[in-house]
Nanobody, 116 residues
Framework: QVQLVESGGGLVQPGGSLRLSCAGS????????MGWYRQAPGKQRELVAV???????NYADSVKGRFTISRDSAKNTVSLQMNNLKPEDTAVYSC??????????WGHGTQVTVSS
């Protein structure tokens, strides 16, 4: 059974940093498009960052220059480095793995709270 498990969330002050990690079992991240999504209370889930199987990255405009997505194929993990965090970044962050005709998988999410 495929599993994605996120870690690294928590409470941080504005301007601070966090590093989220997504670990996978029974799935090879390197052949999937890997994404980080977030959902704030009362809002729709939105795509934050994606790294394709080919290594291309894309970011939501709201996080460009502050967040960096990366993949470690040897460890089968995907990370999201978040710098200069703002209160509006507060949300549940979830990891997604997608490959056409192969599957679409989600982790349970990790809470990120940015508050002073």
């Amino acid at each position: 059974q495929v599993q994605l498990v996120e870690s690294g969330g928590g409470l941080v002050q504005p301007g601070g940093s966090l590093r989220l990690s997504c670990a996978g079992s029974r799935i090879m991240f390197r052949i999937y498009h890997m994404g980080w999504y977030r959902q704030a209370p009362g809002k729709q889930r939105e795509l934050v960052a994606v790294i394709t199987s080919g290594g291309n990255t894309n970011y939501a405009d709201s996080v460009k220059g502050r967040f960096t997505i990366s993949r470690d194929s040897a460890k089968n993990t995907v990370s999201l480095q978040m710098n200069n965090l703002k209160p509006e970044d507060t949300a549940v962050y979830s990891c997604n793995a997608h490959r056409d005709n192969w599957g679409d998988y989600w982790g349970h999410g990790t809470q990120v709270t940015v508050s002073s």
